[in-house]
């Protein structure tokens, strides 16, 4: 473990040690004074190779992307294509914060509930696999009726076998539509078919998320959409962007343009409102705080719905196992 966390630290520069970058790249300090201040016994070396390399003639938005972390690099590469250094770190850090709060939300609502679910069936699995057999072969010398467990245990079977199914059917979706391209077309179609729904606001509380972002570093609703466009790691953001951009050069205006059924619907009524109040970021915070509240009651009721599930699952297993225990203390007594 230690020689894993010695590799990791030479090789990257921590978040933490970016964001202080990013600050002291907003005064007079030079890069060379930052990193100096930087400098650590854990990134002394970095700072070294890249000094080295600065010293050689390369620039600095083509050597630090050796250095980032995974979760920061995908937005740094996109954002450097148009913008400063500086600005494309201050802007994906910010982007980054907002992906780990999402993360957070999204783990907090269901991975209780989810390996809950996966612990009682896979539990369920294994007692069918290596412990039913013996107990009904025990029963079956008392010839006892096993009729209806074993109808029981069929039935079990095939929801166990079912949910196996549907997560190697999930985990292939996944895989098939892990292409940014592939990602974007599955949001469309769903989009078309199932507008104003769960994905529509989500991903509309993170366009506007991260355009609020942009547009707070000084950059125009047109430039800060330009931004959006080239995120390469965020495709269905990327594709929002895309789609209000085209709008706007087509003569809409916002507002018209946010009525598109790739956006929430009341998306367009909180543009409308910010136009008439002359405060834009205020207005579009306050629908990026309606919409996560939106996102966390729907979590919520996924998260009660699949617990309730589980719950009902447990106890029809537990009833179940109680029953098929007990049996061969029944055939004893009858016998």
Sequence with gaps: MGSLRKIFTEKTLSIED????????????????????????????????????????????????????????????SLLNSLSFASSLSISLRFCRNNEEGKRRLMNS???????????????????????????????????????????RLLFRIFVKAFYYGVLILFAMLVAF??????????????????????SIFYSEEFMSLLLICMEHG???????????????????????????????????????ATDRFYDSSLARFIKIANHTNDFSSVIESYIFLAKEKIAVRMRAYSLT?????????????????????MPMQAISSF
């Design 306 to 326: 699949i617990q309730i599930l589980t719950y009902l699952f447990i106890g029809a297993v537990v009833i179940f196992i109680y029953q098929i225990l007990f």
């Design 110 to 152: 269901l991975a209780y509930p989810l390996i809950l679910l996966f612990i009682s069936i896979t539990s369920l699995y294994l007692f069918d696999l290596y412990g039913i057999d013996s107990i009904f072969a025990l029963i079956g010398t008392f010839h006892a009726d096993l009729g209806i467990y074993k109808d029981m």
């Design 18 to 77: 970016l964001s202080y970058l990013s600050k002291l790249l907003e005064t007079d300090l030079s890069l060379n004074e930052c990193f100096i201040l930087l400098k650590s016994s854990r990134n002394e070396k970095i700072f070294s190779e890249i000094r080295k390399k600065l010293d050689e003639g390369s620039l600095i938005e083509k050597v630090i992307q050796d250095y980032l972390p995974k979760q920061i690099r995908p937005y740094v590469v």
């Design 219 to 257: 950059y125009s609703t047109r430039e800060s959409l330009s931004i959006l466009k080239a995120m390469k790691s965020k495709p269905i953001v990327s594709l929002l962007a895309f789609r209000m951009d085209e709008s706007l050069m087509e003569g809409r205006t916002l507002k018209e343009a």
């Design 178 to 199: 892990s292409r940014p391209g592939r990602i974007a077309f599955l949001y469309i179609f769903l989009s078309r078919h199932f507008p104003n729904s769960f994905l």
